[in-house]
């Protein structure tokens, strides 16, 4: 079980940018996707994750098609390159904003602990209150993980997540990830 994408192409305005595109990634594997700037991969990840439907070809999640089901009805989470953080809550409440939306109802209490729990994980306990201005670009980009790992989804897709680090913090982070991801 995992997802599967079969003969994915998808064009803009007429040029191509995944030509019959497969791959079969099993559950709880840790995949890296590399190719030139250009090359499609965030294209690709956007089609698995369903922001983007492809023109042709499917993707399945444990061999149900979901090609056509929008992004909100998938149990996934997307982190993205640039540090996409809400300026105007908290890192706390950045961390609650997807629970706090989800179809299932989580209580105060529920939200309280996953959002604590991600943020010892990913060493943000002692900036909860402030707002993403207030810290670090290493800890903004934490934020946006934390936001995806408390939704506890099926699916974590990471869409070149430490591009706009220093070398230092990025080279850190990339040791703690697969550990923090559960690998």
Known sequence: MGISAQN??????NQPVLNDVSMDIADGSFVTLLGATGAGKTTFLRILCG????????????????TRIAVQRRDVAMVY?????????????NIASPLRISKTRYSKKEIDRRVRETAEILGLTGVLDHFPEEVSGGQKQRTAIARALAKDTKFIFLD???ANLDYKLREELRGELKTILGQ
Do not use: A
């Not at 922001?51 to 979901?66: A, F, K, M, T």
């Not at 390159?81 to 409440?93: A, G, H, K, L, R």
């Open 160 to 162: 070149e997540p430490l």
């Open 81 to 93: 390159q640039e540090f996409i953080n809400y300026p105007s809550m908290t890192i706390f409440e």
């Open 51 to 66: 922001i983007e439907r492809p023109d042709s070809g499917r993707v399945l999640y444990d061999h149900q098609d979901v």
């Open 8 to 13: 994915i192409c998808k064009s803009f305005e």
